[in-house]
């Protein structure tokens, strides 16, 4: 069992209420799901603990927050070296503002962050790694997920959003790169296609199934996403051979996918193609939360209506590189073909890919 504990130093205002059912769907619904879908996480002090650290000084850094050098001496790390065990520090609620200090809220802050623990025994210290090789964005985009599959999405919404919203803004490059750093201007759209992304993955794979007591049934997506997160290579050198494919084939079956899923929702046509269309997401029986990706999903007074797009006719001539561009035009009424033409230079490397859409 995980416990509850206050310092006189910093004293932790936790009801006692709040604090019995925390640790329940931690202890009985939050790890076990985790370790279905990612894998187990390490245990260096060996105690066979997961330690939540609530306090209210983690709100000058973030909501919540775990730290690799609690557990490795790895770059970046101070010569001190952290607390050696396995920690995730969290804001008690009484020093969170609304809506976000709700128990909800925060078993879902805690399922993104217990996904950064467990990615990171399984990528780096398994493999005696001396660095995470996942950029930053991809960590993130399994976090975002983590968040999902758990069965407590609410503020992962927002992210998806965010990246269809921005999706001018988007480049794999900053998900599949070498990337350890944040981009302030781009990090919402950043985020939520890096969820985007890892759920495609997980989707593409198979996904899963949630049964009528909770537990996960694996349906390919937890075998693929093991392969991939204890593989000694990033994720991203990793996820292209594992979907038997190229990564350049990866990326652009995804940027049709984030065109085409749930389109008949907002007056499009559904793609043939069950390749190019998320698994139909549903309602957490257990937690009574979304699960899965719906890119034209209603949410706390808004919607989403897929990837931004451009009439090709007022195009801005602009694409990041490993980016997309949505172009949308009328067929020519009456007539058997339409015929448009793209400029790109060859240098990009580009890649085109037409699709109805109506």
């Known amino acids: 069992r995980r416990a509850a504990l206050t310092t006189p130093a910093h004293p932790a205002t936790l009801d006692p209420a709040f604090v019995s059912e925390f640790l329940a769907d931690f202890d009985d619904l939050i790890l076990p799901r985790e370790r279905a879908v990612f894998g187990v996480e390490s245990d260096i002090d060996g105690d066979g603990r997961v330690g939540l650290v609530f306090t209210p000084l983690t709100k000058d850094s973030a909501v919540a927050f775990f730290r690799q050098c609690d557990l490795s001496q790895s770059d970046g790390c101070d010569a001190g070296g ?17 809506p976000y200090n709700t128990p909800a809220a925060i078993k879902e802050i805690l399922a993104h962050e217990l996904g950064h623990l467990i990615h990171f025994n399984r990528k780096v210290l398994r493999n005696k790694l001396t660095k995470w090789p996942d950029a930053s964005y991809m960590i993130e985009g399994f976090g975002g997920f983590a968040q999902d599959v758990v069965g407590f999405q609410a503020g992962n919404l927002y992210v998806a959003k965010a990246g269809l919203d921005a999706v001018n803004d988007v480049s794999l490059a900053d998900v599949l790169g070498a990337r350890s750093t944040y981009d302030a201007a781009k990090d919402g759209a950043l985020r939520g296609a890096g969820y985007l992304f890892v759920r495609y993955l997980y989707d ?68 043939k193609n069950p390749c190019f ?44 590189p490993g980016g997309v561009e949505y172009l949308t035009f ?29």
Do not use: C, W
């Open 277 to 320: 269309a998320y698994l139909p997401a549903q309602v957490d029986p257990t937690t009574g939360k979304p699960r899965g990706a719906d890119l034209s999903a209603a949410f706390h007074g808004q919607a989403m209506t897929g990837p931004k797009t451009q009439v090709v006719g007022a195009a801005d001539r602009s694409m990041r």
């Open 82 to 98: 952290g607390n050696r065990g396995e920690l995730l520090y969290l804001t008690p609620p009484a020093n969170i503002a609304p």
């Open 330 to 358: 009328e067929a020519a009424p009456g007539a058997a073909t339409t015929s448009i033409g793209i400029r790109v230079d060859p240098a990009a490397l580009p890649r085109v890919r037409v699709a109805r859409v109506k």
């Open 204 to 271: 593409r794979a198979g996904g899963d199934a949630v049964r009528p007591d909770g537990a996960l049934e694996g349906r390919g997506g937890p075998a693929f996403l093991h392969d991939v997160m204890g593989a000694k290579e990033s994720v991203a050198e990793r996820a292209a051979a594992a979907a038997r494919t190229s990564l350049a084939d990866l990326a652009v079956d995804f940027y049709t996918t984030l065109a085409l899923s749930n389109a008949e929702k907002r007056g499009g046509a559904a793609p």
